[in-house]
């Protein structure tokens, strides 16, 4: 487990980390403070605890649109397999 120090809107922070997945959190933080930073931007009377609880929300509610499109996906790829092998099973049965 790696240990990386970040930065969320001046605030220091230590986070732990799977080993390998180090670039990965450092890019997820930058683009969680652009995200801050352009809310701050157009609400700018906001605490930051708001914008970090508004941006978490807003990411999560994105992960959700996104996990509904998959499972949506792979029903839709189940069905076409499902054809493809009653299709081949039928092709293969002897006809009498």
């Known amino acids: 487990m790696?240990?990386?120090?970040?930065?969320?809107?001046?605030?220091?922070?230590?986070?732990?980390?799977?080993?390998?997945?180090?670039?990965?959190?450092?890019?997820?933080v930058i683009q969680f403070n652009d995200k801050l930073k352009n809310m701050k931007e157009t609400a700018p009377g906001r605490?930051?605890?708001?914008?970090?609880?508004?941006a978490a929300l807003n990411y999560c509610h994105s992960l959700n649109i996104e996990r509904?499109?998959?499972?949506?996906?792979?029903?839709?790829?189940?069905?076409?397999?499902?054809?493809l092998q009653?299709?081949?099973e039928q092709a293969l049965t002897p006809t009498k």
Not at 47 to 54: A, D, L, S
Not at 68 to 83: D, G, M, S, T, V
């Open 2 to 28: 790696a240990h990386l120090d970040i930065t969320i809107l001046g605030q220091q922070y230590k986070m732990g980390c799977p080993d390998g997945e180090e670039e990965s959190l450092k890019q997820s």
């Open 47 to 54: 605490r930051n605890e708001q914008h970090i609880v508004t």
């Open 86 to 88: 009653d299709s081949i």
């Open 68 to 83: 509904i499109k998959n499972e949506k996906y792979a029903q839709e790829l189940n069905k076409r397999i499902q054809f």
